[in-house]
């Protein structure tokens, strides 16, 4: 176990409709990322945030939002959601924002968009 | 944008034999870090071993261990007396040393079997 926690495990909606995934990172992380895997995309980086503010951005798109609380737990917002959205996200937090810190991850959101 | 490649999608080792995963990256950089993270059928994204690129000492954890050639920009993973908890998605990951935006860049992976 990471001490990582994700919620919730599966979702399964409906192509234009809105979902929120939350993460819990392990206790005394400042640090969250967000990550999208897909079969075809791979790993790719979304966003990350340290100790609330917003760190560094990937290739999220406009449609996505992401905010991490004074409580240092994140969610990640998707709208209007299409198809290829479908993908199993993942959260995974480290204490700092420094390059050589591991990442501890969660067991991931697998949302499915039908 | 850094480019890891993993050129072996599917990888089997005979339970106790060795394996050698490879890995190869793309970057300007001098200073870097590498990483191999295992994820099994749990999903979850687990870390295997890390190198930091200004040591050219290859980096081991037990059964695991490196060969890093910086000048190759190869990372290449070696398990030792495979077992069938093995057995798993292994990605191969990039990290810059620079501070701003210093995110993860992955490889495509590879799917380790452990043959019992």
């Known amino acids: 176990d990471s001490g990582v926690t994700q919620t919730p495990k599966h979702l399964i909606t409906a192509t234009g409709q809105r979902v929120t995934l939350r993460c819990s990172p392990r206790s005394g992380d400042l640090s969250v990322y967000w990550y999208q895997q897909s079969l075809d995309q791979g790993l790719q980086f979304l966003i990350q945030y340290y100790n609330g503010e917003e760190r560094a951005k990937g290739n999220i798109l406009e449609r996505f939002s992401a905010q991490q609380f004074p409580d240092l737990h994140s969610e990640l917002n998707l709208s209007s959601l299409e198809l290829g959205d479908s993908a199993l996200y993942f959260c995974?937090?480290?204490?700092?924002?420094?390059?050589?810190?591991?990442?501890?991850f969660g067991s991931g959101t697998q949302l499915s968009v039908l | 944008a850094q480019t890891v490649t993993q050129s072996q999608p599917e990888m089997s080792v005979q339970e106790a034999e060795t394996v050698t995963l490879s890995c190869t990256y793309d970057t300007s950089e001098s200073d870097y870090y590498l990483f191999w993270y295992k994820q099994p059928p749990s999903r979850q994204m687990i870390l295997v071993i890390r190198?930091?690129?200004?040591?050219?000492q290859n980096a081991t954890e037990n059964r695991f261990s490196v060969n890093f050639q910086k000048a190759a920009k190869s990372f290449s993973l070696k398990i030792s007396d495979s077992q069938l908890g093995d057995a798993a998605m292994y990605f191969c990951a990039y990290r810059s040393a620079q501070i701003a935006g210093n995110q993860f860049y992955f490889g495509t992976g590879t799917s380790l079997t452990v043959i019992p």
């Open positions: 190198q930091e690129a200004y040591k050219q």
């Open positions: 995974a937090s480290s204490y700092g924002d420094a390059p050589n810190e591991k990442l501890f």
